[in-house]
């Protein structure tokens, strides 16, 4: 599952074969089939390895200001140093519209982020810590949609700071 998304990561989606992800990891294809037995159980496994990275910005200790703004520092650290990592999303978003089992994948990859932010937001609202004004899932919305308007536009070198800055600014514009 690592080999494809490096795989993704390089080539983009269309260029996924089953057939060079079996002979990057040293098996025959009957071998890979027999634990992702489609594409879209490969493509799977990269979502999860993805979400995986994701939710090691996710601290389960401190206020859940704490935690959101941990939040917010590690999606920087990934975007400076797991760059493919915001590459594999952009690509499956992409593809995602033309294909609607992916699509499905990444519409509940993407409801459970919202709702996680959700939690956060309203929590730090309660703390006092972000304005009173804020709807948490109302800006739960607005930081995915920031985050997936980065994925769409991977690779660049401006994306690292892209991000920095729009996080940043949401940042000033919830905080109390």
């Known amino acids: 599952m690592t080999a494809a998304y490096r795989v993704i990561a390089e080539r983009g989606f269309e260029g996924l074969r089953t057939r060079e992800v079996a002979g990057e990891v040293g098996v025959n294809i009957a071998t890979l089939h027999y634990y992702f037995p489609s594409k879209e159980d490969l493509i799977k496994g990269v979502i999860g390895h993805a979400m995986t990275r994701f939710q090691s910005t996710l601290t389960s200790t401190g206020t859940a200001s704490q935690r959101l703004r941990a939040h917010f520092h590690g999606l920087r650290r990934l975007s400076r140093d797991e760059p493919e990592l915001f590459a594999v999303m952009g690509e499956l978003m992409l593809r995602s ?10 519409r509940k990859t ?3 982020w919202h709702g996680t932010l959700r939690t ?3 929590g730090a609202r309660d703390e006092g810590a972000i304005r009173e004004a804020i709807d948490p899932d109302g800006m739960a919305a607005v930081v995915v949609a920031t985050l997936r308007g980065v994925y769409l536009l991977p690779g660049s070198p401006a994306s690292a ?5 729009a996080l940043r600014q949401l940042e000033k514009l919830i905080a109390r």
């Open 97 to 106: 519209s033309r294909d609607p089992k992916l699509g499905e994948i990444i």
């Open 120 to 122: 956060l937001l309203r």
């Open 110 to 112: 993407m409801e459970f």
């Open 161 to 165: 700071d892209g991000l920095d800055k």
